[in-house]
């Protein structure tokens, strides 16, 4: 059984930094990319950053040059959030391309919020 479980979110002021972590657990075999979704009140879920086994990287236009998507390990990666605006509010999603030996699937964590408030 395969986990994906985030933290490191919260509630920070406009200007604020927050990281957030993704680390995933269970039988697994290797995992390729791996990414960042948000999804606010009312919008659909959109795609923050990725990060590839190789280390390429992308990111949403509207986080460029804010956010900083990294892989610590195989299994957990991180995003940093720096100057954070009331717009970035949202739950935030770990994904991962995961090959547990059987299948290869999508999983997805179970989310975690960021409050971007004065």
């Known amino acids: 059984q395969v986990q994906l479980v985030e933290s490191g979110g919260g509630l920070v002021q406009p200007g604020g930094s927050l990281r957030l972590s993704c680390a995933a657990s269970?039988?697994?075999?290797?995992?390729?990319?791996m990414r960042w979704y948000r999804q606010a009140p009312g919008n659909q879920r959109e795609l923050v950053a990725a990060i590839t086994t190789s280390g390429r990287t992308n990111y949403a236009d509207s986080v460029k040059g804010r956010f900083t998507i990294s892989r610590v390990n195989a299994k957990t990666v991180y995003l940093q959030m720096n100057s954070l605006k009331p717009e970035d509010t949202a739950v935030y999603y770990c994904n991962a391309q995961i090959n547990t030996g059987a299948i290869i699937g999508d999983y997805w964590g179970q989310g975690t919020q960021v409050t971007v408030s004065s």
């Open positions: 269970g039988s697994i075999f290797s995992i390729y990319t």
